[in-house]
C-alpha cells in the first residue's frame, strides 16, 4: 500500500496517482472549499478504481502542521484548509 499526497491538484491527476497506489492505497488531497481543482464533482473515480473516503472533510490532523500557501505565496488559513480521501479498490 502506498499513499500520495496533494495540495491543490487538478483532477486529471487522479488516473495517474491512482495508477501508483496498490488496492488500499490512499490518495490525500489539502485543498480549500473554493478551489474548483480539489472537487470530485463530475469526476469519474470508477475508471481509475477509487471510492471516495472522505469528501472535503476537516483537515487530516497528519497535515496540522503544514503551512499552506496560495498560488500568490499567501498563506491559507489552516481552518480553511479541507482533505479529500479516495481509496484504491481495483
Do not use: C, H, Y
Amino acid at each position: 500500500m502506498a499513499e500520495v499526497i496533494a495540495s491543490g491538484p487538478r483532477a486529471a491527476f487522479l488516473s495517474e496517482a491512482a495508477r501508483v497506489l496498490e488496492p488500499g492505497g490512499r490518495i490525500f488531497i489539502n485543498t480549500t472549499r473554493n478551489d474548483p481543482f480539489g472537487l470530485l464533482k463530475g469526476v469519474d473515480l470508477d475508471a481509475p478504481g477509487l471510492r471516495v473516503v472522505q469528501e472535503l472533510g476537516p483537515l487530516a490532523g497528519r497535515f496540522a502542521n503544514q503551512t499552506f500557501r496560495r498560488t500568490d505565496g499567501s498563506v491559507v488559513p489552516i481552518d480553511r484548509v479541507r482533505t479529500t480521501i479516495l481509496e484504491r479498490v481495483q
